[in-house]
Each structure stands twice: as C-alpha cells, then as structure tokens.
Antibody, heavy 123, light 108 residues
Framework: QVQLVQAGGEVKKPGASVRVSCKASGYAFSSFYMHWVRQAPGQGLEWMGLINPSGGSTLYTQKFQGRVSMTRDTSTSTVYMELSGLRSEDTAIYYC????????????????WGQGILVTVSS | EIVLTQSPGTLSLSPGERATLSCRAS???????LAWYQQKFGQAPRLLIY???RRATGIPDRFSGSGSGTEFTLTIGRLEPEDFAVYFCQQYRSSSPTFGQGTKVEIK
C-alpha cells in the first residue's frame, strides 16, 4: 500500500534552516509528483511547491522562492524539503503529499499524505 | 490567486443528521477542478472528493460533492461518529493550489 513516512520533529532557532524528509513506498516513486503543504497551528493548509521525482524539476510558490529547496533521492525513494531563514511564522506541521502527473490538469490534488512533521521555530 | 471561502465555520449536528458544507471561490473554478479533504485531530488530511463530485478510492457513498463555477457543496448524507472532523476544499484550477479555511463538523 502507498505510504509516505516523514522524519521526526525539529526545533530550530530563528535564522536557521530545516531539512525534512519524506520516504515513499508502495508505488512507482518517479510516476507521481511530490508536494509540500504546511499547516500553522490551528490554521489552514498552505501549498509550498512540488518536485517531479523523475528528473528533479521543481515548482515553488512565489511566497517561498529563494528560501525553499526541494530535492529527491531516487535510490531511496525519498524527497527532501529544506527551508532556510526560519522565522517564528514558519512554525507549522509540514506535510508531503502525492499527486498524479496528468498534463491535462491545470493543477494538482493530493491523494496520499505523509503523517506530518512539526517544525518549531523558537529562540 | 483563487481564494476559497468555506461556510459555516462550525456545524453542530447529531449523528444520523445530514451535513451540508459550502465552498465559494473568488473566481470560476472551471471544469470542477475542486477537491474536498477530511482532517481529524492530529492526523493528515484525507482526500474525499476530486473533480467536484468524484469520490476517491474507499470513500463511503454517504459523502457526495456537487457544484460548478464558484459554488461547491460537500454533503454527508447521514453523519457517522467517525465523520466529526474538519473539512477543507481545495482548488486546482490554477498551478498554485489553494485551500479554504475549513469547516469543523462537531457533535451537537
């Protein structure tokens, strides 16, 4: 069965960087986009961007341009999201989420999600 | 950016009752590129509906989606105890997906 397993929580100081991982199993890793979506405490969901595991191309939402980097390791079916210049507003649960690759669709919806990882930014 | 506004913020109902949740878009979500998710406390969201009305794999038929243009609805036919949760709509009409702020369905 499809599983997206994320690493444990992190506490970071303002200005630092955080790297979170998402290991996929149960499906053809390179055949689906992987996205990162975050949720601040008690808030809604915010899409950050995606990586195409086949080739490694990325698309980031403008809000995070210059601060986020998404990479993948096809040998371990793992994607990574690194966010730099952390501030308190970045405190959130970070989810990886999968979407189909369908060129006929203008956007993406998410059929499987990781369990989420809490990143806390605090001095 | 397409802004999604969900209403009501909270819906207080009893098990067995029907729930009707609304999602309004700031501009037309053509071709019904709208999805609905359920999120229980401390869990990741779960896909319920995509394409405005298509149930995802394994989703019970008491969940149904409808609507077009700027007005969409998620209906839960008869609430089961496990259905009390927060529900989000999400548009994929643009390459930058956006979510509504959520509707909480709570036990009355």
């Amino acid at each position: 069965q499809v599983q997206l397993v994320q690493a444990g929580g992190e506490v970071k100081k303002p200005g630092a960087s955080v790297r979170v991982s998402c290991k996929a199993s149960g499906y053809a890793f390179s055949s689906f986009y992987m996205h990162w979506v975050r949720q601040a405490p008690g808030q809604g969901l915010e899409w950050m961007g995606l990586i195409n595991p086949s080739g490694g191309s990325t698309l980031y939402t403008q809000k995070f341009q210059g601060r986020v980097s998404m990479t993948r390791d096809t040998s371990t079916s793992t994607v990574y999201m690194e966010l730099s210049g952390l501030r308190s507003e970045d405190t959130a649960i970070y989810y990886c989420a999968r979407s189909i690759i369908d060129w006929s669709l203008p956007g993406y919806f998410f059929d499987y999600w990781g369990q989420g990882i809490l990143v806390t930014v605090s001095s | 950016e397409i802004v999604l506004t969900q209403s009501p913020g909270t819906l207080s109902l009893s098990p067995g009752e029907r729930a009707t949740l609304s999602c309004r878009a700031s501009q037309s979500v053509t071709s019904g590129y709208l999805a609905w998710y359920q999120q229980k406390f401390g869990q990741a969201p779960r896909l319920l509906i995509y394409g405005a009305s298509r149930r995802a794999t394994g989703i019970p038929d008491r969940f149904s989606g409808s609507g077009s243009g700027t007005e969409f609805t998620l209906t839960i036919g008869r609430l089961e105890p496990e259905d009390f949760a927060v529900y989000f709509c999400q548009q994929y009409r643009s390459s930058s997906p956006t979510f509504g702020q959520g509707t909480k369905v709570e036990i009355k």
